[in-house]
């Protein structure tokens, strides 16, 4: 699914950018954009480790989101395609 797709899914108003779900499909949407930076710049250690923040981010999020609500968890999880 594409981001706005899942945005659109997961959001619980329209405005909504704060709830846990949006944000690890947001992050997600960044993690991939910082990747594919870093496949073409492979020197790049400041966005490296700006990466590595990211997904230790979205990681937490997830972690939350597992402890609160399994079924949302699972079904985001599969919607992005991660492995978690």
Do not use: P
């Amino acid at each position: 699914m594409k981001t706005q797709d899942l945005l659109k899914k997961y959001q619980l108003t329209k405005e909504d950018t704060g709830s846990t779900q949006v944000q690890v499909i947001l992050l997600t949407e960044r993690i991939t954009e910082v990747t594919d930076h870093l496949k073409e710049h492979r020197k790049d250690f400041d966005s490296r480790s700006g990466l590595l923040k990211l997904v230790g981010r979205r990681r937490r999020l997830l972690n939350y989101l597992k402890a609160t609500d399994e079924a949302r968890y699972t079904d985001l999880v599969a919607d992005l395609g991660l492995r978690g």
